[in-house]
């Protein structure tokens, strides 16, 4: 079981009436990752998250917890998961640190993990303020130090930057990150922005209107490289020469052509064949395909009918 | 049953601060002092009790009429709205459904919570009275003589108090069911209402109807007082468990 992802979802379908919110989902999240969940607001993340805690029944469909497949019965199962839907659960009326001690003494947890997540989180010095006075951000922060109580496995985390401001998300990225190193934890992190996600995540899988279009290692979703844009005095002669070597080419504008070449050796020859050729090369770089344009190609591809 | 427990204290741990504790002070405590303003400010021969009735007694009946036909069911209310709207308003049901705790725990501690909420209650009464049939003998010339009614009036509040535990049930069900307050207190005021039209009616279906039993069980020649603490207790214990069978069962959406 050593082995077993740490979610593995099979045939996952959920509908809200006629509506159908997830379609025979199948993640896969294995043990130790920072999985990024995206999707568009609508595309069934947090309904995905609240089956995943058994707050919603699956109307067909299994989810395995570590190995383990976690029916409404099985509660237990939840000892190794922490999480942090939407936004985060607490009692205004109660001080930061009374609210962890309430989640921990239904825990059974020592007194001292208390101070911990606190710590963890950054909120000791203001834990004996009454929580209807915390920030946005404050309350994200003990959201997240209450997920972390029980120092669980498993962190399973919905839009947990939201509202937060640039600083903000920043420092949660290195909480995160901080977790998963230190202390081995996989994060189940949802989003609908991928900057959120692409710079925390090693795995992602991307969701749109309840089915998922891609999961895997987020090098895997950039593995198609961007084209080489070369700029050169001559682009027509340019773009002649590299067809007669093989190499596919598109003339921009601007004196520029785009050639795909995969690799940086494909790049040192596209360079040589040009110099070698009497062509001037003034620029030589690859255009940066975001996440955000990969993702929103892989979600027309989707609407279109087409996999990927 | 170790779970029972934790989850239990944690509930007390969250009443700290909270309107529903209170008000569940504060409203035994207005009747109490309503009451002895009353008794006060006139004097012996106005109280219209006949000669030779112990005037602790009478002054006991005032607070208690009005404690079971009026606050207690008014307060049971109250208290499940305000209990269930602790967890609908951060929508903590998503935190606290998704611990690893079985459920009908989470929900039996709500449930004893309130039951909690009103025997303090029963006892803020129980101690103000004392302490304002005190005041009143001292102060009162005719009043020095009267004995204590101490155990009749714990053993009223006691009986009134077990025979809450329907009205209890239904309102905490209505209550933690639906997000909105509206309907808890919705019947809860309606219900108050019939109570206070079939009770003095004497019609039999009082008897039976939820919110008029704490009156029956507390008034004193009462015929059918047994049959309402009972009908009130364990129609409450039963209906209480099959509520929490029922909410544990539901998603949460
Ligand atoms: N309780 C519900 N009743 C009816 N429909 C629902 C319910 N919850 C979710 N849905 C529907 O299921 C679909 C998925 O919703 P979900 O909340 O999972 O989206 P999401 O990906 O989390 O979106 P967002 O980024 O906006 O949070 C939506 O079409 C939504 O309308
Ligand atoms: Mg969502």
């Avoid at chain 1, 607001?41 to 497949?69: C, M, V, W």
């Avoid at chain 2, 009464?125 to 101490?150: D, F, H, M, R, T």
Wanted: aromatic share 6%; with cysteine.
């Amino acid at each position: 079981m050593t082995d077993s992802p740490a979610i593995e979802t099979r045939e996952l379908t959920r509908r809200f009436g006629s509506r159908t919110a997830l379609q025979s989902l199948a993640l896969c999240v294995p043990q130790g990752c920072i999985y990024g969940f995206l999707g568009p607001n609508g595309a069934g993340k947090t309904t995905t998250i609240r089956l995943l805690l058994g707050l919603l029944r699956p109307h067909q469909g299994s989810i395995f917890l570590y190995g383990e497949p976690f029916t409404w019965e099985r509660r237990d199962l939840l000892r190794d998961v922490g999480a942090l839907v939407e936004t985060p659960s607490l009692y205004p009326h109660l001080t930061g640190r009374e609210n962890l001690d309430l989640t921990r003494r239904i825990l059974g947890l020592p007194i001292a993990r208390v101070a911990e997540s606190l710590e963890l989180t950054g909120l000791c010095a203001d834990a004996g303020r009454v929580v209807r006075t915390y920030s946005l951000g404050m309350r994200q922060r003990l959201g997240l130090a209450l997920a972390w109580l029980g120092k669980p496995r498993l962190l399973i985390l919905d839009e947990p930057a939201n509202g937060l401001d640039p600083a903000g998300t920043r420092e949660w990225r290195a909480l995160l990150r901080q977790l998963a190193k230190e202390h081995q934890v996989t994060v189940f992190l949802s989003s609908h922005l991928l900057s959120e996600v692409e710079h925390v995540a090693d795995h992602i899988g991307v969701i749109n209107r309840g089915q998922l279009v891609f999961q895997g290692e987020i090098g895997n979703l950039r593995g198609c490289q961007p084209p080489l844009i070369v700029r050169v005095d001559r682009p027509h002669e340019a773009a002649h020469l590299l067809r007669a070597g093989g190499w596919r080419v598109v003339e921009d504008s601007n004196h520029a052509l785009s050639v795909q070449a995969a690799s940086e050796t494909d790049a040192a020859l596209v360079n040589r064949a040009l110099v070698m050729g009497g062509i001037h090369v003034c620029e030589l770089c690859r255009q940066e395909d975001t996440l955000e344009d990969l993702f929103l190609r892989l979600v027309a591809q989707a609407d279109a009918g087409g996999a990927i | 049953m170790s779970s029972f427990f934790r989850v239990l204290t944690a509930e007390g741990l969250k009443l700290r601060r909270t309107l529903a504790f209170r008000l569940a002070v504060l409203a035994p405590l207005f009747i109490v002092i309503l009451q002895f303003t009353i008794e006060l400010v006139r004097g012996d021969e106005e109280s219209g009790a006949p000669p030779g009735t112990n005037p602790l007694m009478g002054f006991a009946q005032g607070i208690l009429t009005f404690w079971t036909i009026v606050l207690l069911p008014f307060c049971a209310a109250l208290i499940a709205a305000l209990l269930a709207a602790l967890e609908h308003q951060g929508e903590n049901w998503k935190h606290l459904l998704a611990l690893p705790v079985p459920r009908t725990c989470i929900f039996a501690a709500k449930w004893i919570a309130a039951v909690g909420l009103l025997s303090l209650s029963s006892a803020v009464l129980v101690a103000a009275y004392c302490l304002a049939a005190g005041i009143l003998q001292a102060v009162k010339p005719g009043w020095s003589a009267a004995s204590w009614p101490l155990p009749t009036i714990i053993q009223r509040a006691f009986l009134g108090l077990c025979a809450t535990s329907l009205l209890l049930s239904i309102q905490m069900w209505i209550s933690l069911r639906w997000r909105s307050f509206i309907p808890g207190l919705a019947v809860g005021v309606v219900s108050l209402v019939v109570n206070i039209i079939i009770l003095p009616a004497g019609m039999f279906a009082a008897n039976l109807f939820p919110w008029c039993l704490p009156a029956i069980a507390m008034a004193p020649h009462s015929p059918h007082r047994v049959l309402g603490v009972a009908w009130g207790l364990l129609g409450g214990v039963a209906l209480g468990m099959i509520a929490c069978w029922d909410l544990s069962h539901q998603e949460h959406q």
